[in-house]
Nanobody, 125 residues
Framework: QLQASGGGLVQPGGSLRLSCVLS????????IGWFRQAPGKEREGVGC????????FYEDSVKGRFTISKDNAKNTVYLQMNNLNPEDTAVYYC????????????????????WGQGTQVTVSS
C-alpha cells in the first residue's frame, strides 16, 4: 500500500514537498514513480527512483525544478517541488513497480501495479 500526502495550495514560484509512505513492502523491491493528473488530461509521469541504487529519472517538464529522494529507513519517497507554476496543478500520485534490487526506472504507467491515493496540488495566486 502507498499513501501520498503533502499537497496543498501554493502561489506561483512556491514550493511543496510530497511524501509517499509505503506499507507492507520495502523500497528494496519497488521502483517508485510519481505521476500527476490535471483536470481533463491524461495521467502523466513526473519522475521515478529505482529500487536499488537510487537512480532517478525526471520528465523534461519538471527537470531542474523537482527532486525525488527516498529514506529507506522510513520507507518513504519524497517529491520536492520548487518554482511551481499553474501548469503543475494536478492530483499527484505515487506508484510502485515490482523491481527487486533494480538499477533503473521509467514512468511507463502500465508497469506500475501498486497505486496510492493522490494528493491535490494547486498552484494559484
Amino acid at each position: 500500500q502507498l499513501q501520498a500526502s503533502g499537497g496543498g495550495l501554493v502561489q506561483p514560484g512556491g514550493s511543496l514537498r510530497l511524501s509517499c509512505v509505503l506499507s507492507g513492502f520495502t523500497l528494496d523491491y519497488y521502483a517508485i514513480g510519481w505521476f500527476r493528473q490535471a483536470p481533463g488530461k491524461e495521467r502523466e509521469g513526473v519522475g521515478c527512483i529505482s529500487s536499488s541504487d537510487g537512480k532517478i529519472f525526471y520528465e523534461d517538464s519538471v527537470k531542474g525544478r523537482f527532486t525525488i529522494s527516498k529514506d529507506n529507513a522510513k520507507n518513504t519517497v519524497y517529491l520536492q517541488m520548487n518554482n511551481l507554476n499553474p501548469e503543475d496543478t494536478a492530483v499527484y500520485y505515487c506508484a510502485g513497480d515490482w523491481q527487486p534490487f533494480g538499477i533503473s526506472c521509467d514512468t511507463i504507467r502500465w508497469k506500475y501495479d501498486a497505486w496510492g491515493q493522490g494528493t491535490q496540488v494547486t498552484v494559484s495566486s
